[in-house]
């Protein structure tokens, strides 16, 4: 997603605990905080991100995170805080059980407590994620 949005001019801040492509690094439109995020640090990189951005006013955040679903929603919903009233979110939400549609109907009343849900795909080359794009209400 960091190259992606950084060709079409996005500044980016990244999450990852790997280290970035050369290329990106490279890029003055990107800030890489290198730490894995979990509940238990949520704070600090909350901190290390407002050490960055100075306001709230994101307006898209993508999360490819590897964590369960529940985990990953539960992370998605605090940092909305920071995106802008309509700002975009583009989720993964990974390794889907064969319960798809009991994890579709409970993320999604988790999701929409912040989030309006445009659509939620499956993709093609990954049949245990689901991608979900939204917007903040």
């Not at 690094?25 to 894995?36: G, T």
Request: aromatic share 6%.
């Amino acid at each position: 997603w960091s190259k992606i949005l950084l060709e079409k001019g996005y500044r980016v801040i990244a999450i990852d605990r790997g280290d970035l492509d050369l290329s990106l690094r490279l890029n003055s439109n990107i800030h890489h905080i290198q730490q894995r995020i979990t509940k238990d640090n949520l704070g600090d990189i909350k901190q290390n991100l407002e050490r960055i951005i100075q306001t709230k006013n994101i307006d898209l955040i993508t999360n490819d995170m590897n964590l369960s679903p529940y985990d990953s929603i539960q992370i998605t919903n605090e940092f909305s805080e920071y995106l802008l009233p309509g700002g975009k979110i583009i989720m993964t939400l990974k390794n889907v059980d064969r319960d798809i549609f009991g994890l579709l109907k409970n993320s999604r009343s988790e999701l929409e407590k912040h989030y309006r849900i445009n659509n939620i795909k499956h993709l093609e080359q990954n049949r245990r994620e689901v991608t979900v794009y939204m917007n903040k209400k």
